[in-house]
């Protein structure tokens, strides 16, 4: 259980700082984590006990620490600044009891509307308390809002954070319609490492234009045409597949033994409280795994040279 004295959600939708009062929208009140305590005090009390289970891992019993860094101390000063241009930008990996008073006031004012245009430190001082909610407290109304923050912040840090965060969310969680919502909505902007386990998991293979997605990911594919003529390359790279496997797919889920892939740490959230188990586990790694990355490459180095000469032979004709 949590230390509820230092840690606890909030509900209401008048949030009160010391003698300022801000009304809220209720999805994002219900969301923040505020403490009358003195910030130096949270690192003691209860932790939470969760249990781990990754694709292609084993079970493991973790626990987060009740020390949030998006918890809002309701006691510390806030001031309004002079002017908002003049207030430092948030430090990396910034807390908010580490923002200035100036820089809380700023960060408090922007909760009022989170779609409006912030630095991108402030949004992750949110962030990070979401990515609590999407392990332990309130998924679906976390999940809801980083989709609306991913809408409108296009900063690549946060949009790369809470790609991983969202699909790893799911998967802990165990919530197979919220991963495919985010499929079928096309809300992932890459195909990464976690995609193909999760592919590899539910038995399905790999189209061309998956394997054209992961191809940046791949050591030395030449990537020129699928820029500059990316539907005639696709038209050749399911010619390939069809020449290779008899269809257009890449029979991805039964080729490979997922115990014989090489582990790597990859970065799953971003929120600094979490032991290093969950920011960043050891997970099989099929871009680092040889029999995978070659024979992907073998495939489009094929699809490279078939196009090559297809467009020498539109160039004469011409």
């Given at each position: 259980m949590e230390n509820q004295s230092s840690?606890?959600?909030?509900?209401?939708?008048?949030?009160?700082?010391?003698?300022?009062?801000?009304?809220l929208p209720r999805r994002t009140a219900s969301l923040l984590y505020v403490s009358d305590?003195?910030?130096?005090?949270?690192?003691?009390?209860?932790?939470?006990?969760?249990?781990?289970?990754?694709?292609?891992?084993?079970?493991?019993?973790?626990?987060?620490?009740p020390s949030e860094p998006s918890t809002i101390y309701v006691r510390m000063l806030i001031k309004e600044p002079l002017d908002e241009k003049e207030v430092p930008r948030p430090d990396y990996y910034p807390t908010y009891a580490g923002l200035s008073p100036e820089q809380k006031w700023i960060y408090l004012c922007w909760l009022r509307d989170i779609v409006t245009p912030i630095d991108v430190g402030y949004l992750f001082v949110y962030y990070y308390g979401l990515e609590r909610h999407l392990l332990i407290g309130e998924f679906d109304l976390a999940f809801e809002e980083i989709l609306q923050l991913r809408k409108h912040h296009k900063h690549p840090s946060f949009l790369s954070y809470s790609n991983a965060a969202l699909l790893h969310s799911c998967i802990l969680r165990k919530r197979r319609d919220r991963l495919e919502e985010l499929y079928r909505t096309k809300e992932l902007g890459f195909l990464d490492n976690t995609g193909l386990l999760i592919a590899h998991h539910l038995g399905c293979d790999l189209s061309g234009d998956s394997l054209i997605h992961i191809s940046h990911k791949i050591d030395g594919v030449n990537r020129r045409y699928m820029k500059l003529h990316p539907e005639l390359y696709s038209a050749n790279v399911n010619?390939?597949?069809?020449?290779?496997?008899?269809?257009?797919?890449?029979?991805?889920?039964?080729?490979?033994?997922i115990c014989k892939l090489p582990g790597s740490q990859q970065i799953l959230f971003a929120n600094?409280?979490?032991?290093?188990?969950?920011?960043?586990?050891?997970?099989?790694?099929?871009?680092?795994?040889?029999?995978?990355?070659?024979?992907?490459?073998?495939?489009?180095?094929?699809?490279?040279?078939?196009?090559?000469?297809?467009?020498?032979?539109?160039?004469?004709?011409k």
């Open positions: 840690l606890q959600r909030y509900s209401a939708e008048s949030l009160v700082v010391g003698s300022h009062h801000l009304r305590e003195d910030p130096d005090t949270v690192s003691s009390g209860f932790s939470i006990g969760i249990t781990i289970t990754f694709i292609g891992g084993q079970p493991k019993i973790e626990t987060l620490s010619e390939v597949l069809r020449e290779h496997y008899g269809e257009a797919y890449f029979p991805f889920a039964g080729r490979y033994d600094i409280s979490f032991p290093q188990e969950i920011r960043t586990p050891t997970l099989p790694d099929f871009f680092g795994y040889d029999p995978f990355s070659s024979e992907v490459k073998e495939l489009l180095d094929d699809t490279h040279e078939r196009v090559k000469v297809k467009l020498k032979v539109l160039r004469t004709s």
